[in-house]
């Protein structure tokens, strides 16, 4: 139907992958090997492209039945930030609420498994390039971009480790013996190394690709400007960006741009479209029982008899609603100064107060409202207002016409989703280069960045409709004065992202990256710990931009791995 390549080419082989301070073996396969073959054996084209299609496979996290280790990020960039919460009952999945309270420790199983989603990728990426090395009989060509494509998932995984611990190593495919791995330190900043993998990949990566989850130039290229921006290298990575918007374009080979209607993006017809710069490749009713599906989109769906039954979790906060404030079309200077959006008590009886951005209700679900094509959102829906409030995530859950081709039933009755993750989408992009504008002070640039983002969003065409009335007053405009501040043009290209990204785990890290994160965040907690009295007594400090390094790792290092 859509996929990137069949991942059981090599199921019939135990590939060995030694991780930073253990091994897998058949963790990697979708079902049980039939036979043990050397590394030898794999250095051939047949090996070495099973192989990175292994690689491609660990985008979608651990390999082992592990949430919470993909980059969809829900819980490590949205529930750690003010835009949700974990949501269900706080006995469920209950390792979740010292990370939402900003009291997790090193021994919380979810943060063992973050981590090991990005060193199991990439151990998997050294593994191919160590084959690849060995074989005689790819052409040069080809292998030029099996490495381009090994070193972009290698960068990508070491990307996402560093800015979620902070102080993680950086591994090669020279690391092999268990001596290596113990001899390895944490002490140094492994940006040049990550800016070198995914320089390497921008370079020499073709601009489009026979298979369309195949990582291109232009997706190597916006990572690496990501990574950039992390690091406040704010010329260098507007050059890039420059370049990606004048010409990048998707695998495909179609250019790069906004699809009109915003809620249109989230649909599994439109997860490879001209929008999406890159995504990891799932898939539902393939013969494998749901292991190629996107395990992180099984438990935030709306329970009991709303779509899915199950389960229940990651529910937008009162804060994320209140941001879509709007007056004049443009967000409200203080939209947390007014009595609440929506009924505590009884969700489904509310006033709207005021008039929204249109994209709060493809973003936020609120009881009362349509919810995508399965009617009107009900109060039955939310497994548990105390822990997580009234509000619904709606944005990546599946509509009732994608049930059966993008979401099927899974083994214990939850809700298997076959729509892609989307890590990067062009309006992110655009975000991200309209703050470059803003540091180097073309403040008019960054407003015509941002002004193409909310245009998008004030298509009436897109606003949610019952019987063909709009379910709110729907109100939103372009910036048009001209930007003189740069404290103002920051600030407004800040909220833009939140707008606009909320719910897609971005959130935490640009607040960390911002430098804001422990303003924002206890604001948020005296704000909203008298309606969720589970965040009574929490507090946020610098010590929680990082998750802890899991101390097994610091134990089977010989200490050389310092928290």
Known sequence: MKRIINIKVIATVTVIVTGLV???????????PLGAISEVSLANSAGVNGSLIQTY????????????TSPSNWVWGSVRSEEAYKGSEASDQNQLNPIERYEVLPNNGSVHDKWRGCYDGIGMANQTLRLLAQATDIPD?????????TRFIRGFHHFEAKRTFNKAPYIGESVVSTSDFQSITNDADIYPQIEADLQFAYDNLTPTKDQKGRVNKWAAGAFLAKALLYQNKYAAAKTIFDNLITNGVTSSGEKYDLLPRFSTVFRGA?????????????????????????????????HNDGPGGCCGFFQPTQTLANSYRTSAGLPVANPHATALLQHENSPGSFPDRGSFDPRLDWTVGRVGIQFLDWGVAASSWIRNLPNGGPFLPIKNIHTQAEVGSFQVSGGWGQPTSGRNILVMRYSDLLLMAAECEVEAGSLEKAREYVN????????PADFVQKEGVDEAAYEVATYNTTWTDQAVARAAVRLERLLELAMEGHRFYDLVRWGVASTVLNDFITREAPIRTHMAGAVFSTEDNYLPIPEYVIAQSTGNIKP
């Open 22 to 32: 253990y091994s897998c073996s058949d963790e990697f396969l979708d079902r049980a």
């Open 57 to 68: 496979r660990t985008l979608r996290g651990a390999n082992v039945a592990a949430w919470y």
């Open 141 to 149: 060509a080809e292998r030029l971009q099996i490495e381009a494509e």
């Open 270 to 302: 439109n997860e490879n479209s001209k929008e999406v710069i890159f995504g990891v490749q799932v898939t539902v009713g393939d013969g494998t029982g749901g292991a190629n599906s996107n395990l992180e989109g099984e438990l935030p769906n709306p």
């Open 452 to 459: 193409l983002v909310r245009t998008r969003a004030s298509n």
